[in-house]
């Protein structure tokens, strides 16, 4: 499994917390991860996973690109 560490991660994910109103307790527990496993990550302690971004990304409805920094436009563009 792809292992993902990378401080923007963990800047995308905090403001989607605060835009979303939802608490780091919230999203672990909607990701199904252990809080823990997530302040660790949050923190850098651990590296994010291919499978933890992807559900991140579900859980507030963005695409890995605008997770990960790669974009800055949280749904991807129709053509």
Do not use: W
């Not at 996973?49 to 949280?74: E, M, N, P």
């Amino acid at each position: 499994m792809s292992l993902v560490k990378n401080t923007s991660v963990t800047t995308v994910v905090r403001r989607l917390l605060r835009q979303n109103h939802v608490k780091q307790r919230e999203l672990a527990a909607g990701i199904k991860m252990p809080e823990q496993t997530l302040s660790n990550k949050m923190h850098g302690a651990r590296p994010f996973t291919l499978r933890d971004l992807s559900r991140i990304a579900d859980y507030f409805d963005v695409s890995l690109d605008y997770l990960t920094g790669r974009s800055d436009y949280a749904k991807p563009l129709e053509v």
